[in-house]
Structures are given as C-alpha cells and as structure tokens.
C-alpha cells in the first residue's frame, strides 16, 4: 500500500476521537476509544510498522534539522511523523479531558484548549495548563498535589 493511500485512510480516524472529546467527553466510548489509548494505541502500531520496514534503509538522522528533513524525504517515514503527531496530540488532549474532570474545571473551558491541542499540539497544551493554573492555582500534574 503505498504511504499516500495509507495516509488517507489512517487521517481521517483521528477526527471521531477529537470529536467525541470535545462534545462526549463522559461517554463511556469516549473514554474506550481514546482514554483506553485504542486510538492513538492504533497510530502507534502502524508507526511502530513502518519505522521497523523503513527506518534502517533511511538516509538522514535526528541529530540535526538537514538530517530529520532527509529522514522525511522517505513518504513512509513523513507517514510517520505525522502518525507520531495524530496519536501524540490526540493522547494528550484526552489527557486534558481527563484532568480537568478530576480537578473540576468546566468541560466548556477546556474545550478550546483541544481544538488548539488539535490543531497545533503543544499550544494547545500550554492553553490548558494555563487555564488549570488561572482557575485551580497548579501546574502540578501528581494526583496529591491537586
């Protein structure tokens, strides 16, 4: 299968799961799909595939930006990354959900912070520990320090 195909297959089955956060975020499912790590379990299996079939004939490295853009010059391992950013952010963001249940804060006030988290990963995360500390006075993650 080629990586383009395997792309436009793989892509749009992060959308549900984004989806069932943002207006399911209790619903049993919701939490068996992305809170179980089903989905993003699903994006790392592949990603898993693919760097163990394509990685060790790749030319390029991570330890510069020339040797990672060499690295992606190779369609299975751009397919990669970006299998490493669906299932990352997507990870993340039903992180989010979760944490802000058990800290109390109002699923609307989280709800931008996942569409940030999906559309630009890291921002989004740096919305929500901004929003927890603004509203709950921590950025402690550990369960005793709520």
């Known amino acids: 299968m080629s990586a383009e195909l395997l792309c436009s ?3 749009p089955l992060v959308l549900p799961g984004w989806l069932l956060l943002i207006v399911a975020p209790r619903w049993k499912w919701t939490a068996r799909l992305i809170g ?3 989905l993003p379990g699903l994006f790392g299996l592949v990603y898993a595939t693919l760097l ?4 060790r004939s790749a ?4 330890g510069s930006l020339e040797g990672v853009a060499k690295l992606f010059q190779n369609p299975y391992l751009l397919l990669a990354g970006w299998l490493h950013y669906l299932a990352f952010d997507l990870f993340v963001g039903s992180w989010e959900v979760r944490d802000a249940q058990r800290m109390g804060i109002r699923h609307w006030y989280v709800i931008p912070c996942l569409v940030l988290t999906f559309l630009f990963g890291p921002t989004g995360l740096l919305l929500y520990f901004i929003l927890r500390w603004r509203l709950k006075g921590t950025l402690w993650i550990g369960d005793d320090h709520a």
Do not use: D, K, M
């Open 52 to 55: 163990l079939v394509y990685f």
């Open 59 to 62: 030319e390029g490295s991570f």
């Open 36 to 38: 179980a790590a089903l």
């Open 9 to 11: 297959v793989l892509n």
